[in-house]
DNA sequence: GATGAATGAGTCTTCATTCAT
DNA sequence: CATGAATGAAGACTCATTCAT
């Protein structure tokens, strides 16, 4: 067997195991028992267990950016209207997490507790992904779909709660019930609750005072 | 010391350490140490380092379904309106997590990994929420505040998300920068962009944009 | 209650408890439950778990010796057969075992693994046994009523082995399929069997079958 | 070093520990000392403590089964007279035990407050010993050798309880005072005393009484 | 490259003993 | 004297990593 391919199985097995044990509660003896190789041989393409974890979410941070970049380039920016521009961008997240639901458990619910490298590297993800959706949100700003007054920092925050935990709810936990759900439907039904709240015309002395009355 | 004294330290300890480096890479030696105890107190008080770990979830269990009465108690159904409401659920949720951003982080990053009994807690205590919520609107449907077409499931799931990832940004990871915003703000700031979405009038043939007739 | 009655009864329960799980699975825990009185009580008391033990063993021995001098003061040398006095030894050790089951436990089946000054006791409880055994068997060479030519070492183990296991199997292990064999009944059988053996006149050109001359 | 030879070292050393000094006092680490081995190593060939101990019994036990198996195959039966008959059997018996005076110690030695499948392993192996003498003497009562009056119960524990003590005594505990003498010199002592009584045809009428003179 | 036996630092847990109240 | 909370040395077991074959 190649080297590649070898070193691929590897992190095949592993993400299995990773995402359906943890990164604590699986070890090298579970992923050697499940690839069928010897003990020796994951650190022969690995540094160590730490090495496993980080390519695994490296791979998919690179995953995702390459979507996003794919992505945009298929847009046309001319035509499309700011609703529709959102649910495109939460449906190809949400597509992004669908297509590899055991990543999507890793990164969604691994948390504190792993060494301070793998922390870091999720937190790096979790933080691009934010930046991007707040990137976005001040475009809308500036081109009036969105109100100026809209904080931005708290509303990327929901967008990203809500969508991770849906994908975390129906690609991963949920799966099975659910298995018939369209991203496409998904996609829809969380634009249709954000987008009357996002893109609403408030004008900005209504908005800042709770009740006149 | 008195027995539930000494316990209580223990647990506050252990909060601190499980909140700032996860059940796995908190070890006894640690707790031991910033408690000031011998090794064997700890487990004069608790059957293992599990025991620990359980008994503070549940403590943080029952704050939280107190925390609901207490609050339904207080409302008057017959005046608030649907918006107040919903601003009313979202704060005392935030605040919920506020008064204790060390278990909010423990319970909001601990995920896959631990051991089995640990995970059936955490599930427990997610779940309630969200079925708490999902109640919620199907509450909502029947007064007619909230459209019969609404996928509660999903709903909830937006909410859930958006609020948990909300106290997990402004009440842990960002605690410093943001510590002047007030639950207020923030529950505010959510019900803003949420209520227009979910209590929009829509009129289901338009809603049905996959209408095959 | 009393000092001495209150060593009496840790004393008890500690008996209890080592003759049924032995020295190293019987805690100061359980002998503390069961006796309803403090951990610290104990150590008023007894130095040590060891001391406890060895304490047990003491009065062990001293009980023994004592039913040895009572015995002989009750015998009327210059009638008794040899066979009877055999009989009689025989049944007054036996008789020792039966009054107290535990203490017959402990010391018959206790062994290696035990701290050195508690396997020092042990070991002279069981010499004196043997010691006693041969002093008479020489006895008996010299009023001819055993041959010259008798291996008195050997004999002695003989007979502590037969006596010693019988008093463990009829006492304590099978004590409820035979409660209502007496102690004179096995002295009988016993007798019966060694009787023959070490009584017979065996010229000493016979026994010598491995003489080279 | 092969698995297997490894296993057997590991074995050997904790078989010298365990009959020197217990199941409980000897330590994983005296183990490993001795056997100049790492920690893991010992946990690599056994599950753990108990599991060695174990293994240790079961190869007495088998040891022991296959020893009488190939001693009867040996026998002619329709030549030797009951008294060599005895002989050899407690000649066979003291020769197992000469054999492996470790596992001589630790099997006579160890009783109460062993780990419960340890000492269920011990029992099964004293119960098979006195079994197969039990068994032989009801041959003896057949074939009119021993008297149908005898008790074989209380007979099986003489012969086990004396049997075992020799060797006990011989191999074990006094060993260097006695390395000269042969197996075959205690088989013959012991014989020597046990035949008279086992063997005598004594009319059930004199047996029943004492001493009528 | 592949193997798997060997390693040993690291951790949890136990339990006899102490001592302030 | 009695109590029982606190102690900490001791010991079993784990598992990521190494390295000779």
Redesign the pocket.
């Known amino acids: ?1 190649k ?1 590649e391919d ?1 070193k691929a199985l590897i992190l095949m097995y592993s993400k299995q195991l990773f995402s359906e044990y943890g990164y ?1 509660m ?4 579970d992923i050697i028992k499940r690839a069928r ?9 690995f ?4 090495d496993i974890f980080i390519t695994l979410l490296d791979n998919y941070f690179t995953t995702w950016r390459n979507g996003l970049a794919k992505r945009d380039s298929e847009l046309d920016f001319s035509k499309i209207t700011a609703v529709d521009f959102l649910k495109q961008r939460i449906k190809t997240t949400l597509q992004f997490f669908a297509d590899d639901h055991e990543l999507c458990n890793i990164v969604l619910k691994m948390g504190v507790g792993l060494h301070d490298n793998i922390e870091k590297v999720i937190q790096r993800l979790e933080g691009d992904i934010q930046t991007i959706i707040k990137e976005e949100l001040y475009l809308g700003q500036r081109t009036r779909n969105i109100s100026e007054d809209m904080d931005t920092d708290l509303v990327a925050n929901l967008l990203t709660g809500a969508v991770l935990r849906t994908a975390l709810y129906y690609f991963v936990q949920e799966r099975e019930a659910f298995k018939d759900k369209t991203v496409d439907e998904l996609a829809e039904g969380i634009t249709r609750v954000f987008a009357p709240g996002l893109f609403q015309k408030v004008p900005s002395e209504e908005q800042e005072t709770n009740d006149p009355s």
């Open positions: 067997m080297a070898r604590h699986t070890q090298i003896s190789i010897a003990r020796g041989t994951v650190y022969q393409y540094k160590n267990k730490d």
